[in-house]
């Protein structure tokens, strides 16, 4: 089945820094969905980027999907954006294969 | 407007027993997806449920089994638990149509806890 690996594993920033997040995965897929989990567990949607590029506030993303690979871009880091940062891609009926994920510290 | 609701939120059980956790889909939208998340890893797909079927299944053996009523609110079943199911379960919602790629939504979770 198809592959999605992620990195860094951990990143650790200070309060304002930017960050960039990589997720590659090992074969074509029409889905590709950029998820934040927050420390209580819950699984917030932040891009749905099957390819190109699209933003929302201090967060953007781009997918190149022909070399099978997508970038998430936190600028200004804030301490609610701590978590874990999952990638999670698809090819058919909408079951997604998630990455092991991005565990983000942002410290005051 | 209700986003995904899961019930209950925490649940502790023996081995051998027998568990049902419910998941209601946000307004409008049509299919359901169970995910099962271990401590420290990313969700894995257990099975989707679309018009009241199952339409998809990852490789999850056949203790857990689910069901969608016509509300499009869906039941996840486990039997014969064992310590390795012990995770997070997690529903997710979406709009069907049809279409095979749409924009997941998730509850919260239930916290599952086999002793």
């Known amino acids: 089945g198809i592959q999605v690996e992620q990195s860094p594993p951990d990143l650790i920033l200070q309060e304002g820094a930017n960050s960039t997040l990589r997720c590659n995965f090992s074969d074509s897929v029409n889905n590709l969905q950029w998820f934040h989990q927050n420390p209580w567990g819950q699984l917030i949607n932040l891009f749905y980027?099957?390819?190109g590029t699209k933003q929302n506030g201090r967060l953007s993303a781009t997918t190149v999907a022909t070399e099978r690979y997508s970038l998430l871009y936190i600028s200004s880091s804030q301490t609610t954006d701590s978590g874990v940062y999952f990638c999670?891609?698809?090819?058919?009926?909408?079951?997604?294969?998630f990455g092991t994920g991005t565990r983000l510290l942002v410290s005051p | 407007d209700a986003g995904v609701t899961q019930s209950p939120t925490h649940l502790i059980k023996t081995r051998g027993q027998q568990v049902t956790l419910r998941c209601s889909p946000k307004?409008?939208?049509?299919?359901v997806s169970w995910y099962q998340q271990a401590l420290g890893q990313g969700p894995q797909f257990i099975f989707q449920y679309y018009e009241e079927e199952e339409r998809q299944r990852g490789n999850f053996p056949d203790r857990f089994s689910g069901h969608q009523f016509p509300n499009y609110s869906s039941e996840l079943n486990v039997n014969a638990l064992l310590l390795g199911d012990s995770a997070l379960y997690l529903c997710?919602?979406?709009?069907?149509?049809?279409?095979?790629?749409?924009?997941?939504?998730f509850g919260s979770g239930t916290q599952l806890s086999v002793l």
């Open positions: 980027i099957p390819s």
């Open positions: 307004s409008g939208h049509d299919t």
């Open positions: 999670a891609v698809g090819t058919g009926f909408q079951k997604l294969v």
């Open positions: 997710a919602s979406s709009l069907g149509r049809g279409q095979r790629y749409e924009k997941l939504f």
